[in-house]
């Protein structure tokens, strides 16, 4: 058995009831095989066909902040969506459906993996274009504090999106105005392939909270309960209208920036720093936990990856049979009145 140097230790005490953590393990484990299907799928010739960016390695940052939420309140994605969709209660089966471009998807087979939408669930959309939806969230926020509600928004975006103008706009006016936004970024380390040092020249993130007058913090994004104190303290203030909050979660993406493979043969990063995260796998650690303090069985555990695979299975089943979209739909959904 390999020795693993690197792990996670989640043995900092905790408030965190066995239900909650219970709930997020299983969010967790639900994104992790979700994408492990679609890593297979996209090896296919005639199965998924649009680009994925997949989100394995960072599950611990949307299940540890989305478990603090509820149902009205908004989550804004990006590019790297699944986990964010799945965590905030997205239906898999639409999901599913939506990289197969079918008509049954979230956004009826027109958007694909980086265009993911479950307003009912609280998940408005997600986009591709980096840093375009943190904007969005400052104004689902303005919105809450105009109509006097104590909901919160979440803007999910990566270390990329801080290279945009639009990012330090939306920060400066949800501080002024002191509106329920929380900004995570998902510091992977990288940006497509550029390493984050070759384009911050301050690659401590969470810092540039203190130019906007805001709490900024930096949590192992691979601890999940380090994730979650931290979002739930951010969330609770936010609710209490004291304004936004910046967390930087460091965490790694196993694959390579877009499609099942890990990028390895290009050169820009090392089989030994993919080693060293894989080591830090955010699920496992947690598992490991459960099942040490005895908050989850092994026979638990295993019918609940059990329980997971069949929802995938029912819901890959469900994305082949269900139609395209119709031809003659092409252009409804585009203009507000078709
Ligand atoms: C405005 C804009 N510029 C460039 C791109 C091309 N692009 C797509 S993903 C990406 C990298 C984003 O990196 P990061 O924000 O760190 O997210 P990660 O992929 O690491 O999750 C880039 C540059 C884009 N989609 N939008
Ligand atoms: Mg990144």
Redesign the pocket.
């Known amino acids: 058995m390999k020795i693993r140097l690197n792990r996670v230790n989640l043995e900092s005490t905790t408030d965190i009831s066995p239900e909650t953590l219970k709930s997020i393990y299983t969010t967790m484990l639900r994104i992790r095989r979700f994408e492990e299907k679609v890593a297979e799928l996209l090896a296919e010739p005639s199965e998924i066909i649009c680009p994925v ?1 997949l989100y394995i390695g960072q599950e611990a940052v949307a299940a540890g902040v989305c478990a603090n939420l509820r149902n009205d309140d908004y989550v804004f994605s ?3 969506s699944h986990g964010h969709y799945i965590a905030k209660g997205g239906d898999i089966k639409t999901l599913m459906a939506e990289l197969y471009g079918k008509a049954t998807g979230c956004s009826k087979g027109r958007g694909g993996s980086m265009h993911l939408a479950s307003p009912d669930k609280g998940f408005p959309g997600s986009s ?5 939806t943190v904007p969005l969230a400052v104004g689902a926020a303005l919105a809450s504090s105009i109509k006097g509600k104590d909901t919160v928004a979440v803007a999910f ?5 801080v290279n ?1 103008g639009v990012w330090y706009e939306s920060l400066n006016f949800a501080s002024l105005k002191k509106l329920p936004v929380i900004f995570v970024c ?1 510091n ?1 380390l ?3 392939h550029m390493p984050v040092s070759a384009c911050l020249v301050n690659t401590y993130i969470y810092k540039k909270a203190e130019a906007f007058c805001m709490p900024g913090v930096r949590v192992d994004g691979n601890n999940v309960i380090e994730v979650y104190q931290a979002a739930k303290k951010a969330i609770e203030q936010a609710r209490r209208g004291e304004g936004p909050t910046l967390i930087e979660c460091m965490t790694y ?1 196993w694959r390579g ?1 877009v499609g099942p493979n890990d990028d390895l043969d290009k050169g820009l990063r090392s089989q030994e720093e993919l080693e060293y995260w894989m080591d830090r796998c955010p699920v496992e650690a947690l598992e490991e936990f459960l099942l040490k303090h005895k908050i989850l069985s092994k026979a638990e555990n295993i019918q609940i990856d059990k329980e997971l695979n069949k929802e995938i299975e029912t819901a890959v089943t469900f994305a082949r049979q269900s139609p395209y979209p119709e031809e003659n739909e092409l252009l409804n959904n585009i203009f507000k009145d078709r």
């Not at 591709?128 to 375009?132: L, M, N, Q």
């Open positions: 960016h990006t590019h790297r591709a274009i980096v840093g375009g975006f990566g270390d990329g999106a945009e998902e992977n990288y940006s497509t993406r920036h």
